[in-house]
């Protein structure tokens, strides 16, 4: 778990003691990263900020 967070950049994120906050921006990475990871695999280019 603590790799997927940084995979993410979630590494600074407490597991012991999550905030509403925290979740959100878990919520957030996962999201990115997944939507991320289906524009590859349909052969789009995933704009970088």
Do not use: C, S, Y
């Not at 407490?14 to 524009?39: K, W």
């Amino acid at each position: 778990m603590e790799g997927f967070l940084e995979k993410l950049g979630l590494e600074n994120i407490d597991l012991e003691n999550l905030t509403v906050q925290d979740l959100v921006d878990i919520l957030l990475a996962v999201i990115t990263f997944l939507v991320h990871g289906f524009i590859k695999l349909i052969g789009g280019e995933v704009p970088t900020e």
